[in-house]
């Protein structure tokens, strides 16, 4: 089984940075045959795609491209995100996801829409950026 744990999150001020980490364990993981996502959910709103890592390509969702940054340590399977320039409507519960469909959760991150597939999540980590 894989196990995710996000964390990182926390509150920070609009234009401020937060790196946010997704370690994953349990046996049968790895970076090449598994797309790692992050998605988000802001109150009253459906979890959207923010990035995502597969087979060492990166994606993004529009509104993000320019601010964040996803990456992965390899020897220590963990997936980065680097959040820089933080705007307001970031505010949201940050979770990543890792799952075989590397299309579906690209397609989700790229169109910043919501994935329902088989994936496996772990819990969420809340980023609050005030103004």
């Known amino acids: 089984d894989v196990q995710l744990q996000a964390s990182g999150g926390g509150l920070v001020q609009t234009g401020g940075s937060l790196r946010l980490t997704c370690t994953v364990s349990g046996s049968g993981f790895n970076f090449d045959d598994y797309t790692v996502g992050w998605f988000r959910q802001a109150p009253g709103k459906r979890r959207e795609g923010v990035a995502c890592i597969s087979n060492g390509a990166n994606f993004y969702e529009y509104s993000v491209k320019d601010r964040f940054t996803i990456s992965n340590d390899n020897a220590k399977n963990a997936v980065y995100l680097q959040m820089n320039n933080l705007k307001s409507d970031d505010t949201a519960v940050y979770y990543c996801?890792?799952?075989?469909?590397?299309?579906?959760?690209?397609?989700?991150?790229?169109?910043?829409?919501?994935?329902?597939?088989?994936?496996?999540w772990g819990q969420g980590t809340q980023v609050t950026v005030s103004s």
């Open positions: 996801a890792a799952g075989r469909d590397a299309l579906g959760i690209m397609a989700a991150v790229v169109s910043g829409t919501t994935y329902e597939a088989d994936a496996t």
